[in-house]
């Protein structure tokens, strides 16, 4: 009688899809930490129906001067009341002059109701953007700890899938002869 060695049963394919998700995540991750490592600030636009970004978009911006500031540039504020209940919004400069400037829709260029002054600190120039990544910082804490709970499941699942494909990769026993 001869005995055969029993196959292992093959592991599930989700290693693949799974790796590459999270080498993008990672990615991500590391552009925005380098962002940040170069003196860039990360924003998240609000509900802005005239921008150019969406809602949940992570604006990364620098910090302008009244000297930087041009017709045409995107930058990031927070409109004065009583407009400020959209959040953070992006839009275009329309005109400066003297030291306020006046800003227009990114979309149908219409021009916005208000006037700033040009040294507002709070104004930032766009350099870009990276939309949906804020959606989660703007639906709250639950969220972010949801996807950071899945994210981790993600990467278990995924080593145990590979600790899975190496042990069936691993040579099998040559046949055990047994004599009666």
């Given amino acids: 009688m001869e005995l055969q060695p029993v196959p292992r049963p093959r592991s599930p394919r989700l290693a693949g899809p799974a790796v590459a998700l999270f080498a993008l995540l990672a990615a991500v991750a590391v552009a925005l930490l380098l962002a940040l490592a170069m003196g860039l600030h990360l924003r998240v636009a609000g509900s802005d ?6 809602r949940g978009t992570v604006l990364i911006t620098r910090d302008a001067s009244s000297a930087d500031l041009a017709v045409g540039d995107e930058i990031a504020f927070v409109p004065p009341p009583p407009y ?10 329309a005109s400066v002059s003297g030291g306020a400037l006046t800003t ?6 219409r021009r916005d109701p208000w006037t700033m002054a040009t040294v ?9 953007q990276v939309p949906w990544l804020g959606l989660l910082w703007l639906a709250g804490w639950p969220a972010i700890l949801g996807f950071v709970m899945l994210i981790a499941l993600l990467g278990l699942c995924t080593l145990r899938s590979r600790q899975l494909t190496l042990a069936s990769q691993q040579p099998a026993r040559e046949s055990i002869l047994v004599k009666p």
Avoid: F, Y
């Fill in 120 to 128: 507002d600190p709070d104004i930032k120039v766009v350099v870009a």
């Fill in 49 to 54: 129906p005239g921008g150019s970004a969406e």
């Fill in 84 to 93: 400020d209940d959209a959040g953070e919004i992006s839009r275009r400069v």
């Fill in 104 to 109: 227009e829709s990114s979309i149908d260029r």
